[in-house]
């Protein structure tokens, strides 16, 4: 996991090696982008697919999962998201 670690610490400013880094990046993630949090991090494992880190897109994969049951969790029950 050390690939995957490496790219988000430049992203982020801390490894992502732990489900707790998992939801300290998904926070800060919903800090900067708000709503459109999990379509940032989308894009950026897409972007480590691209760069065959598969390391880095599985990490972000969970940072996308962790987004998404954050935001659920802060809307009023029966809202969409997006």
């Given at each position: ?8 610490e430049c992203e982020l400013g801390c490894p992502i090696t732990s489900d707790l880094d998992t939801y300290r ?58």
């Amino acid at each position: 996991m050390r690939a995957a670690a490496a790219c988000l610490e430049c992203e982020l400013g801390c490894p992502i090696t732990s489900d707790l880094d998992t939801y300290r990046a998904a926070n800060e993630l919903i800090k900067q982008y708000g709503d459109a949090a999990d379509i940032e991090a989308a894009m950026r494992a897409d972007e480590r697919l691209a760069a065959v880190d598969m390391d880095g897109e599985a990490a972000w994969l969970r940072i996308v999962k962790a987004v998404e049951e954050l935001l659920a969790k802060e809307r009023p029950e029966g809202e969409k998201m997006h």
